[in-house]
């Protein structure tokens, strides 16, 4: 398994003509992690792994309890219950409320039979430090109009970084520093011609600005609004940082 992202959704809010919302997995080392489950995120997760009932995943994490980063966390839950009932847990790594939304749609089919917790098995963000396969997880709070956990895998020849959803915040800098690869949403309202009210997402000056400020040496921007210009976007965000600019789209795959 060679190192890579492969980037399942890349849309924020809703999928968007054509896309799926935020979704990514991280392949190093022989082991694959699920960053986030947006809408539309798990049909090719299933292509991706030849499996219907989701074998091969080692572990996911989820940044925060918006259905664009979790929605279909549900779908690939039912691929374990129905697909794959006795294989071992996967380890989730989210912020609790992940957990809450997951069993606030899975309880319509009644009390808690400790489903939720039979497939997945619950650690919390952030936290101090998790050891996650050949994997350092370092987590921060980042401001969002719900608990989100930015991420920070490091390994000892790899730094990836991922904000899930932010505003700007001095801490991007701290995630991403000297990340070979630093995912930073990208929303984007500027560009709308009724631009929505944004402290708490980035748009391109922002997102330059925290990759520029933590010297990451690639950014992957992400979780665009739909309708907005990509590479416009890119262009923008290419006048204040200096670094290799790269446009999230569905099948991306970035080597790493
Ligand atoms: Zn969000």
């Not at 790594?93 to 400790?114: K, N, Y």
């Not at 990759?211 to 040496?217: F, V, Y």
């Not at 690639?218 to 665009?224: D, E, P, V, Y």
Request: with cysteine.
């Amino acid at each position: 398994m060679d190192s890579r992202l492969v980037v399942l959704g890349s849309s924020g809010a809703w999928p968007g003509a054509g896309h799926a919302c935020s979704g990514y997995v991280l392949e190093h080392r022989g082991f694959r992690v699920v960053l986030d489950f947006g809408y539309g995120t798990v049909g090719p997760l299933l292509t991706l792994l030849d499996s219907h009932a989701g074998d091969g995943v080692d572990a996911v994490v989820v940044s925060h309890a918006h259905a664009d980063h979790m929605g279909d966390l549900h779908a690939f839950y039912r691929a374990r219950w129905f697909g794959a009932r006795t294989a071992p847990p996967i380890p989730a790594f989210a912020p609790p409320q992940v957990r809450d939304q997951l069993w606030a749609v899975e309880s319509i089919d009644g009390p808690d039979d400790g489903a939720i917790d039979r497939v997945f098995t619950w650690h919390k963000l952030p936290a101090a430090e998790y050891t996650v396969g050949p994997w350092r997880l370092e987590s921060a709070d980042l401001p969002h109009y719900v608990p989100n956990a930015g991420v920070r895998l490091v390994s000892d020849d790899l730094v990836v970084a991922y904000t899930g959803d932010t505003g700007p915040s001095p801490v991007l800098a701290e995630l991403g520093r000297d990340a070979d690869l630093f995912i930073v949403e990208c929303t984007d309202y500027t560009q709308l011609a009724e631009p929505k009210k944004e402290q708490l997402h980035l748009n391109a000056r922002t997102a330059a600005e925290a990759a520029r400020d933590a010297g990451a040496k690639r950014l992957l921007l992400t979780h665009f609004w739909p309708g907005v210009d990509r590479e416009r976007t890119a262009r923008d965000v290419a006048e204040i940082y200096d670094g290799e600019v790269l446009v999230a789209r569905e099948g991306l795959v970035v080597g790493l």
